[in-house]
């Protein structure tokens, strides 16, 4: 059972993400980037999801700090788009050291699939 974190402002999208995944996993919740970062130092976390357009620290900042902090995290990120349009966001979210990118909506199925390709992958030693 490995310890997932969903880090989203979007209470809908966290409850969803939640439901699906604790089935298998522990999961944990942050409600944006700051609160995210203070998880992570907190406690044994596995792997993160988070959203990239947030308030207070957005997930591209998140991803940077979790690159230095903690660099062997895998980073799932999740966006609906936004100001800077979508493909940019994720070619940038990949460039940071995310695992994977997903655009919303995505299939609960194609982030079971994701979740357990990231899981699956070894962590670099």
């Known amino acids: 059972m490995a310890r997932i974190l969903i880090i989203d402002d979007n209470e809908e999208i966290r409850l ?49 700090e979790i690159r230095k902090s903690h660099p062997g995290m895998k980073v799932i990120a999740i966006s609906g788009g936004g100001a800077f349009g979508n493909m940019d966001v994720m070619r940038i979210a990949r460039s940071f050291g995310a695992f994977r990118v997903m655009a919303k909506p995505f299939s609960l199925s194609e982030m079971l699939q994701t979740v357990h390709a990231a899981l699956s992958e070894s962590h670099p030693g």
Request: charge should be negative; charged fraction near 40%; hydrophobic fraction near 45%.
């Open 16 to 64: 969803l993400l939640r439901r699906v995944l604790e089935a298998d996993h522990e999961v944990m919740e942050a409600v944006n980037g700051s609160d995210g970062l203070k998880r992570l130092d907190d406690q044994k976390i596995d792997l993160v999801i988070t959203d990239i357009f947030m308030p207070d620290k957005d997930g591209l900042e998140l991803l940077r």
